[in-house]
Nanobody, 125 residues
Framework: QVQLTESGGGLVQTGGSLRLSCATS????????MAWFRQAPGKDREFVAA??????KNHADSVKGRFIISGDARNTIYLQMDNLKPDDTAVYYC????????????????????WGQGTQVTVSS
């Protein structure tokens, strides 16, 4: 089983920045995808951004131009969040798939098999 550990969450003012990290216990080469999802109180878990081991990225429309995913889907990924808004307040979760194939639908929650415990991001007005 793959272990995921998120870090970097916190409290910032509107317009501030945070960088989230997700470290995995995975050490083998292969085809993988990793993603960030977020969930605010009373809302469904929402796709934020994803990256594949071949470098292909996908960002949700709500964060394009403000958030950038980076890193290596085989090991560790990051989410640079700039110009944060109160609507970005949520618990941010890291996820990865089982590997072996290239994920074609990166925003789909069912594509991911392993999830971290989440890190809280709070943006005050």
């Amino acid at each position: 089983q793959v272990q995921l550990t998120e870090s970097g969450g916190g409290l910032v003012q509107t317009g501030g920045s945070l960088r989230l990290s997700c470290a995995t216990s995975r050490r083998s080469a292969g085809r993988y995808a990793m993603a960030w999802f977020r969930q605010a109180p009373g809302k469904d878990r929402e796709f934020v951004a994803a990256i594949r081991s071949d470098g292909v990225k996908n960002h949700a429309d709500s964060v394009k131009g403000r958030f950038i995913i980076s890193g290596d889907a085989r090991n560790t990924i990051y989410l640079q969040m700039d110009n944060l808004k109160p609507d970005d307040t949520a618990v941010y979760y890291c996820a990865t798939d089982r590997g072996g194939t290239i994920v074609s639908s990166l925003p789909t929650r069912s594509a991911y098999a392993y999830w971290g415990q989440g890190t809280q991001v709070t943006v005050s007005s």
